[in-house]
C-alpha cells in the first residue's frame, strides 16, 4: 500500500566518501520527485527535485538519478560531510493536483 | 520573512483534552497542509487545504478537524486526545500543490 518506500531506515559513511540513498515507487503516475532533508527539532527542508522527463539533476554535491522503467530513484551526495547527517525523505506528486506523497525517510551518519 | 510559524512548539495534554494546532504563513500560499511524523512512519498527510475556506482530508485524519478562515492560517483540532496522537506535527505550506513545500519547524505534542 505504500506507494514511495525507503527500505533502509539508515546508512552510515565515512567523511569524504559518498551517500548513496535510495527510493522506490509503486505509483506509475508520479511525475515529480523530490528530496527533503531534516535536522532534529526542525521541519524538513527542500533539496532536490528531478521531474520524470529527466534521469538526472545535479545541484553541487548533491544528484538525483531517476530509473523510470525500474521505478527507482537515488540521491548521491558527493563528498558526503558531517552536516549532511540528517534524516533524508524521498516524495513524489502525480500531476498538478497531487499532493506530496513521503517514504518514511532513511537516517543518514556521516562519520569524521 | 517568517515562512511557516507553529504554535505552540511543545505541549502535553491529558487523555479527553482538546486543544487547537495554529499554523501561520506568510508567503500568500494557496496550499496549506498538516502532517503528522512518528517513529518509522515518516510524514503522513492528515488534511489539507486549496484555499480559503476549503479543507479537504488526508491520509489519517481520524480524530483531526481543521479550518481555513483566512488564506494565511490553518487551524488543526484534537477534539478529544488520546496517546494514539502523540507524534510530532509539522505544517506546509505552497504555491503549487505538487511541490515547492515549506514546513513548519514542528510541535512536539505528547498525550498522557
Known amino acids: 500500500d505504500q506507494q514511495v518506500k525507503q527500505n533502509s531506515p539508515s546508512l552510515s559513511v565515512q567523511e569524504g566518501r559518498i551517500s548513496i540513498l535510495n527510493c522506490d515507487y509503486t505509483?506509475?503516475?508520479?511525475?515529480?520527485f523530490l528530496w527533503y532533508k531534516k535536522y532534529p527539532a526542525e521541519g524538513p527542508t527542500f533539496l532536490i527535485s528531478?521531474?520524470?522527463?529527466?534521469d538526472k539533476n545535479e545541484d553541487g554535491r548533491f544528484t538525483v538519478f531517476l530509473n523510470k522503467s525500474a521505478k527507482h530513484l537515488s540521491l548521491h551526495i558527493v563528498p558526503s560531510q558531517p552536516g549532511d547527517s540528517a534524516v533524508y525523505f524521498c516524495?513524489?506528486?502525480?500531476?498538478?493536483?497531487?499532493?506530496?506523497?513521503f517514504g518514511k525517510g532513511t537516517k543518514l551518519s556521516v562519520k569524521p | 520573512n517568517a515562512g511557516v510559524t507553529q504554535t505552540p512548539k511543545f505541549r502535553v495534554l491529558k487523555t479527553g483534552q482538546s486543544m487547537t494546532l495554529l499554523c501561520a504563513q506568510d508567503?500568500?500560499?494557496?496550499?496549506m497542509y498538516w502532517y503528522r511524523q512518528d517513529p518509522g512512519m515518516g510524514l503522513r498527510l492528515i488534511h489539507y487545504?486549496?484555499?480559503?475556506?476549503?479543507?479537504a482530508k488526508g491520509e489519517v485524519p481520524d480524530g483531526y478537524n481543521v479550518s481555513r478562515l483566512k488564506k494565511q492560517n490553518f487551524l488543526l483540532g484534537l477534539e478529544s486526545a488520546a496517546p494514539s496522537q502523540t507524534s510530532v506535527y509539522f505544517c506546509?505550506?505552497?504555491?503549487?500543490?505538487?511541490?515547492?513545500?515549506?514546513f513548519g519547524s514542528g510541535t512536539r505534542l505528547t498525550v498522557v
Open positions: 506546509a505550506s505552497s504555491s503549487r500543490r505538487s511541490y515547492g513545500y515549506t
Open positions: 505509483n506509475s503516475m508520479f511525475d515529480y
Open positions: 528531478i521531474s520524470s522527463i529527466k
Open positions: 516524495a513524489a506528486s502525480a500531476g498538478s493536483q497531487g499532493n506530496l506523497i
Open positions: 508567503m500568500n500560499h494557496e496550499y
Open positions: 487545504s486549496v484555499g480559503e475556506g476549503t479543507t
